[in-house]
């Protein structure tokens, strides 16, 4: 499978951004894809999931009511919605997706390779 992510940027505190992960060689509804970031000196972390079959999510706790992941499968393509950004979310945001069924999981080590991912910073 491939991923790639796009929509980053540089935004204030309080601010939203839409990061959009394009998949393709996925057979639903087999497949989960995560979203993970990593900020400088910090360990990779599961940040929101879904599975692409039944939909279900899950959420890391510190963004919880602020993230939105979803999916659009007519057009490959899961979405990130962030708002209310805080300077913590700063980080590099990926894509990556696993085979599986049932609720997703938010460890990255569930998942293959990710894309390049998509730089977000949060900067007052």
């Known amino acids: 499978q491939v991923q790639l992510e796009s929509g980053g940027g540089l935004v204030q505190p309080g601010g939203s951004l839409r990061l959009s992960c394009a998949t393709s060689g996925l057979s639903l509804p087999d497949y989960y894809v995560l979203w993970l970031r990593q900020a400088d000196g910090r360990a990779r972390e599961g940040v929101a999931c879904?599975?692409?079959?039944?939909?279900?999510?899950d959420y890391l706790d510190s963004v919880k009511g602020r993230f939105t992941v979803s999916r659009d499968n007519a057009k490959n393509t899961v979405y990130l919605q962030m708002s209310s950004l805080k300077i913590e979310d700063t980080g590099r945001y990926y894509c990556a997706a696993a085979r599986g069924g049932g609720s997703c999981p938010l460890s990255p080590l569930s998942y293959g390779d990710w894309g390049q991912g998509t730089q977000v910073t949060i900067f007052p």
């Open positions: 879904i599975n692409l079959g039944d939909g279900s999510i």
